[in-house]
């Protein structure tokens, strides 16, 4: 019982602070939505100020002309700062709306605003508004270590751009206008753009901007993310990274299409071994994310989570499922529950980004993301447990699983850790996947190796035991059908002590009976009986006979014989008497019955126990528990002994409960004894339900303390509440 009680607190505690490690990691996810909006709400105020301070003096913002930004100064030094060469970091100027001549660096840009394009989004707009179209505008001086040298500018973008250096167009990316008919965006993904910039004096790099479906999709980034660095070295790394992105990503699809392919032609050859199944579609999950990332991904944040979500349902649950099946043999109900918890995050996300306004998207978004995120952490603790569970079970290879799991949560994670770390595109993140990847298939490849070995190797023995089964095959025949016969005898036995036992508990009005008992053979040596006399009074019996089995069966029944005959007597000290006199004369050698007796009328109880366990009253009044132990011999043994009489007043709530030592001498695995002290402890917990519930109840703990021991002896309660 103890260790059960351990368990289950355990897998508790684990699985209630992985709900609260989630909640943590959310909210710090939430920082950056938080410092937008925080950035949003201060530049309300300032804005308000400055429209406050226009109102008092209308010639205040012509007297104090705004300072202009401090060009920034490009050199081959700087450009090692990798702060400086985010051009997207950069103050710029921003003006809204669409005029040709704003690309024109004599083109007065004094009064426009000046930020920085990362610092802008739905919920931080410019102040001069987001209309789906605008104009950005940064000044920048080349040193003479850069003379002659090309520039490469590495664009990223959810919209539509036209660059202009100095006035003249170098490039466009989709076709940018504010009608969104008309409007074609593109994501260049980090192409570099060769540009050439005369060193010396002050140059203009403009960009006309339009993205008109910000709004509708509030949690896509508004604006662009540019990078300057010498034109071969950008061109250098990207083909690079694309390179080894292409061949990482390609690698993992191939390996884990081949895999799941042959794991599901196992299943499709032996269905017996589902294991082979999940792991399969496992394995596909992942190389289906893969071709949808690269068919159907347009670099946006809305498209990449909805791909991760619709394959992570998949990815997570079947790999639980797999872990189950292998080290469990079963499937819980609640990956049901998971499964659908992961469809039911990507539809609210899906619903976000319909277009139905930034209120409703925040509402859908929000949620699926919370939802998603839970479920998420819930799984990889889950699989935690299930490995571990199995380690503790000494399961045959376990360990060996235990670093498939490590890997698994590994690669799982990591996801989420390389990219805040390198960026979402960045080769880092796909070869720490695909290593963590590779180190679950390689362990669970020697898994299930060593698992096909063993079972070689059973078969083998097997086949060596068939050999000698078949030469003790007749002298089993002869065995089985003398055990046979022993065994209808034994229930033949069972059957006429079940029948000595009352068919139905007394109807006494003020009274709820209950009653219980469970040999711990095919026949027991516990006995338990009612008496009702005419004048309302009920006599009640609890025995235990010395031993168990057919021997004890017999004190059994002649005592269920001596109980009919002087149960209607009124002194229990004499009817025990008379009953031990009794069956001392039958010579049963060596054989003894220990009994509780009690008479209760009116609430009025007297008890005399004979070598039983004490009885326990639970007093409702004070919510306490009694023990009434009354020593003497059991019955048989020596006829001069005299019984002690206990008369007990009860009130209503009042619980008796009398018990063999079934109860008190259960062990569990570890040869420890349950005692009977438990009963005693356990009882105020349950004292308010049923006389039959309490008995279910002590039933349970019993169980639960035996672990699957047999018990050593039968087990008896009857429990009288005063109602």
């Given amino acids: 019982m103890k260790k059960l009680v351990f368990d289950y607190r355990y897998f508790t505690t684990v699985r209630l602070f992985a709900l609260v490690f989630a909640l943590a990691v959310i909210a710090a996810g939430c920082g950056r939505f938080k410092e937008e909006f925080d950035r949003g709400i201060e530049e309300g105020k300032r804005r308000a100020e400055q429209q406050k301070s226009a109102n008092a003096d209308p010639n205040a913002n012509s007297a104090a002309p705004k300072p202009e930004p401090t060009p920034l100064v490009l050199s081959a030094e700087n450009l090692r700062d990798e702060r400086l060469s985010k051009l997207h970091t950069q103050i710029w100027k921003y003006q809204s709306g669409d005029d040709a001549s704003w690309a024109l660096p004599e083109t007065t840009d004094a009064d426009w605003e000046t930020l920085p394009p990362e610092a802008v989004s739905v919920f931080a707009p410019p102040k001069s508004g987001w209309n789906g179209i605008g104009w950005f505008r940064l000044r920048l001086n080349v040193d003479e270590s850069l003379a002659g040298q090309p520039l490469g500018l590495a664009i990223s973008q959810p919209g539509a751009a036209e660059i202009y250096v100095d006035g003249k167009l170098v490039q466009n990316f989709g076709t940018v206008s504010a009608d969104a008919n008309q409007e074609k965006v593109y994501n260049p993904r980090a192409l570099p753009l060769g540009v050439n910039i005369g060193s010396g004096t002050t140059h203009l790099i403009a960009v006309r901007y339009s993205n008109t479906q910000a709004k509708k999709y509030p949690f896509e980034p508004l604006a662009f993310k540019m990078r300057v660095a010498p034109l071969n070295s950008s061109i250098a790394e990207f083909l690079s990274n694309t ?31 589902r294991g082979n199944l999940f792991y399969s579609i496992f394995l596909l999950s992942e190389a289906i994310s893969i071709v949808a990332y690269e068919a159907f991904s347009s670099g946006g944040m809305i498209s990449n989570m909805l791909i991760g979500m619709f394959t992570g349902a998949v990815y997570f649950t079947t790999f639980l499922a797999y872990l189950y099946t292998v080290l469990e043999n079963r499937l819980p109900r609640y990956l049901r529950v998971t499964a659908g918890l992961w469809f039911l995050s990507a539809l609210l996300v899906i619903f976000s980004s319909l277009g139905f306004g930034t ?10 993301f919370l939802i998603f995120f839970v479920v998420m952490i819930w799984n990889i603790v889950s699989v935690s447990i299930v490995i571990v569970r199995a380690v503790r079970r000494k399961v045959d290879n376990s360990w060996i699983l235990g670093i498939v799991g490590a890997a698994f949560i590994i690669a799982s994670l990591s996801s989420t850790v390389l990219a805040i770390a390198f960026g979402e595109n960045s080769p880092n993140l796909y070869i720490g996947q695909f290593i963590c990847l590779t180190a679950l298939i390689i362990a669970n490849a020697v898994f299930l190796a060593r698992q096909f ?18 030469k003790e095959k007749s002298r089993l025949l002869v065995v089985e059908a003398e055990n046979e016969r022993r065994a209808q005898e034994l ?10 036992l009352p068919k139905k508990l007394p109807n006494i009005a003020g009274l709820e009976i209950a009653a219980y008992m469970k040999p711990a053979t095919e026949v027991g040596g516990d006995y338990y009986d009612f008496h009702e006399s005419a004048d309302g009074t009920l006599t009640v019996a609890v025995g235990d006979a010395t031993g168990h089995g057919l021997r004890a069966g017999s004190v059994v029944t002649a005592t269920k014989s001596l109980f009919n005959a002087f149960a209607g007597q009124e002194n229990i000290p004499q009817i025990l008497s008379q009953t031990s006199g009794a069956l001392k004369k039958m010579n049963l050698r060596g054989l003894f019955m220990a009994m509780a007796m009690l008479k209760i009328k009116d609430g009025a109880m007297n008890l005399c126990v004979a070598g039983m366990p004490s009885v326990l009253i639970y007093r409702a009044a004070t919510k306490t528990v009694e023990e009434i132990s009354l020593r003497a011999m059991p019955l048989g043994s020596i006829t001069k ?37 438990k009963a005693a402890e356990v009882l105020p917990q349950i004292a308010d339900f049923s006389s039959q519930e309490i008995i279910n109840e002590l039933v349970k703990v019993s169980e639960n303390w035996a672990n699957g021991r047999p018990a050593d002896d039968d087990v008896t309660f009857v429990v009288l509440k005063i109602v």
């Fill in 641 to 677: 002994t005299k019984y002690q009489e206990r008369e007990i007043a009860l009130a209503s709530g009042d619980c008796v409960v009398l018990m063999s030592d079934g109860f008190p001498e259960m062990f569990n695995p570890s040869d420890e004894m349950l005692g009977f002290d």
């Fill in 359 to 368: 209120l409703v998207s925040f509402l859908f978004f929000i949620p699926g």
């Fill in 453 to 470: 070995a063993r079972t070689s190797n059973d078969l083998e023995a097997q086949l060596i035991k068939a050999v000698e089964h078949e």
């Fill in 243 to 273: 390179a080894l992105t292409k061949s990482v990503r390609g690698g993992t699809f191939g390996i884990c299409l081949a895999l799941g392919l042959l794991h599901l032609l196992l299943f499709m050859l032996y269905p017996r071994q």
């Fill in 491 to 500: 229930e033949e036995a069972r059957q006429l002590q079940f029948s000595m």
